[in-house]
């Protein structure tokens, strides 16, 4: 099966949903609430598949809001619609397993069935090794510019 035809899927739409509406969250810009998001997707879903496929479709402006860092700064954040979650998370799904094999085992970050614990036993695991150096790489407001 064609990738799109994967991602916009019976099965994996309605999985996509289902994460967006468990993860509840804040609306986007539109102000759409994710218990509103069944009943929009029932009457809407065959039109967002059809303006996915024909390449019509258009995300919506994400909501800018700032939170405070424990620095005392703020962290800009951007808050996708509730109908833009569920279409990235039915493309994550499906995207996310193929990529995951390609990335590197000391790799960590936002990746399935890994957590700090883990990088830090791997980093004294590698210590214990007889390697007595490490390079910490810190991308300063990284996503401020992506």
Known sequence: MELLE???SN?????AYLRVYKNKGTSGVDGATVDELK???KENKDD???RIRTRKYQPQAALRVEIPKGNGKMRKLGIPTVVDRVVQQAIHQVLSPIFEEQFSEFSYGFRPKRSCEMAIMKSLEILNDGHDWVVDIDLER???TV
């Open 6 to 8: 994967q991602i916009l």
């Open 11 to 15: 099965l994996n739409m309605n999985e």
């Open 39 to 41: 009943q929009y997707l």
């Open 48 to 50: 967002l598949r059809q």
């Open 142 to 144: 990284f996503f401020d």
